[in-house]
């Protein structure tokens, strides 16, 4: 099926691989079958070579090229007209891909609140059936930022040899207990809501709209806030942050359901690339990948040291950071150097 973009002029189709082999999750759980929504952008070229796989982050979707306008598209650093590009939503996710309102096909009814726990890990292998699926036997660069940065550490370890490039923006390789923390206060907010625990689309929605309020301010920084919220008038009430904030809470609460983001932030808790694998120095150091490792000068939630590690561990590493004021969000908003960055690393490959 090919659409075209409202966002660019370029080829697109959207697809839904519908897994009937079983997936075996690190719970021990098992998901008999699951759906992946995918968007992809170009055409791969005769040697297969120019395959980009993008992994979005918590509350992203499948069409990288409208939330990454900025990279992709035409005349943009990953062109369609160059390579093929693709997106799949997360598992878990309510963008088109199997999550917590869609059918457990062992009742027959939704899962609700039974969804199982997903691991970075597992939400690794689910991409990788999609990548069998689809007859992909080379990506030539794995991209994403913040948890899609921690799934594509994970997937990036277990293609080996199959993967060119790796670039992990604003990540870890490890959950630290401050992520944790912010992920659990944000579960307190939603258990908060008296219809937390109903079986419906809209339980939880009030509980996640300060879930996101909370998760905004660790998403920015007080720079940020200070240049776009400061008051410009006197005042002892009626905040421009505080409307801001709730404004935010309410855009997030539209598009998204609180059991998702309970998954997915459960899903980034989890994240450790060095679980069972002897600590994550030495997991790194099994990423056979080349590895571009961007942080945030002002990130507060995934430290730059934290990226800077990644580069410093693996075998082939580089540690680029951005300079902004825009906080962790920067790797969604900073086009410029980010494609300065990407720019740089290829050449050097040279
Ligand atoms: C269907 C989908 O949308 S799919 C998912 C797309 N999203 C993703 O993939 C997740 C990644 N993207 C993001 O997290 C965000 O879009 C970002 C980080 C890129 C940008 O965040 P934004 O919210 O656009 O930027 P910012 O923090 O500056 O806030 C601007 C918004 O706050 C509003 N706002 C700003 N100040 C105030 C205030 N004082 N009071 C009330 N509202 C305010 C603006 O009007 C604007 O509203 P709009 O989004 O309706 O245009
Ligand atoms: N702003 C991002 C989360 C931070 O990575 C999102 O909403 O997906």
């Not at 897994?19 to 992809?40: I, M, N």
């Not at 991209?143 to 899609?148: F, K, R, T």
């Not at 905004?216 to 776009?228: A, S, V």
Request: charge should be negative; hydrophobic fraction near 35%; proline fraction near 2%.
């Amino acid at each position: 099926m090919n659409l075209t973009s409202q966002y660019a002029d370029l080829t697109m189709a959207k697809e839904v691989f519908h897994s009937t082999e079983p997936l075996q999750l690190e719970s021990g759980e098992v998901l008999r079958k699951f759906d992946l929504a995918y968007t992809t952008y170009g055409q791969m070229n005769a040697k297969k070579s120019n395959v980009i796989w993008v992994v979005h982050a918590l509350t992203g979707d499948s069409n990288a090229a409208e939330w990454w306008n900025g990279l992709i598209g035409e005349d943009k650093f990953f062109d369609p007209g160059r390579h093929f590009i693709i997106c799949a939503n997360l598992l878990g996710s309510c963008y088109g891909s199997t999550h917590p309102f869609s059918e457990n096909p062992d009742t027959g009814i939704p899962y609700f609140y039974d969804f199982p726990q997903v691991t970075t890990r597992d939400l690794a292998a689910s991409l990788e059936r999609l990548r069998q699926h689809l007859g992909i036997e080379r990506i030539q660069t794995l991209i994403g930022g913040s948890l899609g940065g921690q799934v594509c550490l994970e997937w990036a370890l277990t293609l080996g040899q199959k993967l060119d490039n790796a670039v992990i923006l604003a990540s870890t390789a490890k959950t630290s207990p401050w992520v944790i923390g912010f992920n659990e206060t944000q579960r307190m907010a939603i258990e908060s809501d008296c219809t937390w625990g109903e079986c419906h689309e809209l339980a939880g929605s009030k509980g996640l709209e300060t879930a996101r309020a909370i998760a905004m301010l660790t998403y920015r920084h007080p720079d940020d806030l200070l240049i776009k919220q400061s008051e410009r008038e006197e005042k002892t009430d009626g905040f421009r942050a505080s409307s801001y904030l709730r404004y935010q809470g309410k855009k997030l609460a539209k598009r998204f359901n609180a059991l998702s983001y309970w998954t997915l932030s459960k899903a980034m808790d989890s994240h450790d690339l060095g679980r069972g694998r002897g600590g994550v120095e030495i997991a790194l150091g099994k990423i056979e990948a080349k590895v571009l490792s961007i942080g945030v000068n002002s990130d507060l939630l995934f430290l730059s040291s934290e990226c800077q590690f990644i580069s410093q561990k693996v075998k082939r590493g580089t540690y680029k950071e951005i300079k902004s004021t825009a906080g962790h969000d920067a790797f969604l908003i900073e086009f410029e150097q980010l494609a300065y960055f990407l720019q740089s690393f290829y050449l050097e490959q040279r």
